[in-house]
């Protein structure tokens, strides 16, 4: 068997070559041009590494299913490269990737800035909601709305050509990689891991953002041991772009005070400096403290099978979404509770998490035989887990369409009415 190679990401490197790197990630939707103000400073004392994510600036379309695969993405070009220890600054998406980093890898960091981040960004239903509207729309309503998620309205209003500039990077980014890095993000949720990020960290926020504020900022400042808070005012989202010398001049002060030390063990000694990125040897897997988190040992299965509630309410999480789950369970009692714990053991533990079929064909057999019973209450929230398992519109019409065939006209009218309905809500991008 051949073995798959992984894909280096598409990067930019800025300053002396004997200078320690520092690298710079970008937020979802943007690029690494999103640095440029920076780049002048930080290059006069690193060795700046700056990055697309995939399908970002004319990168290669590898759509990346989490952040922990970005992570081994980011860490092989790294080894490509010859880079064993480094700092690293992100923003938004690229501070959860910091995260990652630093819980994977700790002895590769020397020190570590997250910039509009979050433990969670958000909740899952969001961002799949976010993957819905584009997979529906594309990037253009995504691409209009970005301005006012990014930036505070004065500088829209005194900046035009830089918020066109935003705009464009949305509207030229690969849908699929932008679709499936909405996935990570729902799917990312560190907030239980927080104590185990064991480097200088600083956090930095805009006081004006309103995606991940400075209620977000506080939650990882407490959370991470060595941490420090520094709130940009008059800034959001993007703080980098709005208040360039501001985050510039934190991000200099922190990697020059903060850069933890590294410990070479053929000399017994701590060594400050990196070595050039065309010299550094790739550091192998340490025993001892710094070594990769194992797995969680799994107890021996007891009686058979493990019990598939666990894995049930996951995907039934994960299809249906957060908000109509609780809603289920929530209204449960004495009497309904007991069929609520069979749906989700045995519909999604046993049924729905079998690897047979993928998600899209399961949804495209439970809306075909939804039709064919007429339960079009049901079939009103298998339609939005269609749309937020990969069907788009045009898929779902096609299967409705079949149902009318075998199933009858009358109960394909019905669902045509109801499935019209829902994803004219699901796809329609909010003003």
């Not at 309205?153 to 005194?158: D, E, K």
């Not at 510039?248 to 590294?262: E, K």
Request: net charge negative; glycine share 8%; proline share 8%.
């Amino acid at each position: 068997m051949s073995e798959t190679k992984t894909p280096a990401l598409q990067y930019r490197i800025d300053g002396p070559e004997d200078a320690p790197v520092l690298i710079l990630g970008p937020s979802l939707g943007t690029t690494w041009h999103m640095w440029d103000r920076q780049v002048p400073e930080l290059a006069k004392s690193w060795r700046v590494f700056r990055f697309d994510l995939p399908g970002h600036g004319g990168a290669p379309a590898y759509p990346a299913g989490s952040v922990s695969e970005l992570a081994g993405r980011l860490l092989a070009t790294l080894d490509q490269l010859g880079v064993g220890r480094f700092g690293y600054a992100g923003c938004a998406f690229s501070g959860a990737l910091g995260i990652e980093l630093a819980l994977r890898c700790p002895e590769r960091i020397a020190s570590l800035a997250l910039i509009a981040a979050s433990p969670r960004f958000g909740t899952a239903d969001e961002f799949r909601q976010r993957g819905v509207i584009v997979r529906s729309n594309g990037l253009d309503p995504i691409a209009r709305t970005s301005p006012e998620r990014w930036f505070t309205s004065g500088f829209v209003a005194a900046q035009p050509a830089i918020t066109e500039w935003a705009v464009q990077m949305v509207r030229t980014t690969d849908p699929g990689c932008y679709i499936a890095a909405c996935e990570a993000l729902a799917a990312f949720d560190v907030r239980a891991e927080l104590g185990m990020v064991g480097v200088p960290t600083l956090v930095l926020v805009g006081s004006d953002d309103q995606v991940t504020g400075p209620a977000e900022a506080r939650t990882l400042v407490a959370g991470i041991p060595d941490a420090r808070l520094a709130v940009v005012p008059g800034a959001s989202h993007l703080v980098p772009v709005e208040q360039p010398a501001a985050v510039t001049d934190l991000l200099v002060r922190h990697f020059s005070t903060a850069w933890q030390p590294a410990f070479d063990s053929s000399t017994g000694q701590m060594a400050v400096q990196v070595a050039p990125a065309q010299s550094l040897a790739v550091v192998p897997p340490q025993a001892g403290p710094f070594a990769e988190i194992a797995p969680a040992v799994v107890a021996p299965e007891v009686m058979g099978r493990p019990d598939p509630y666990d894995a049930g309410i996951k995907v039934r999480r994960e299809v249906l979404g957060d908000a109509h789950v609780d809603r289920a369970l929530a209204s449960a009692d004495e009497f309904s509770g007991d069929f609520q714990e069979f749906v989700t053991r045995y519909a999604w533990g046993e049924i729905w998490d079998r690897p047979g079929l993928d998600r899209r064909s399961r949804s495209c057999v439970t809306l075909t035989a939804l039709v064919a019973g007429g339960h079009l209450d049901e079939l009103a929230f298998h339609t939005r887990a269609a749309l937020r398992n990969g069907l788009t519109p045009v898929e779902i019409k096609e299967v409705l369409l079949q149902t009318a065939v075998y199933c009858g006209v009358p109960a394909a009218n019905s669902a045509f009415k109801v499935a019209q309905q829902v994803i004219r809500e699901e796809t329609t991008p909010e003003e």
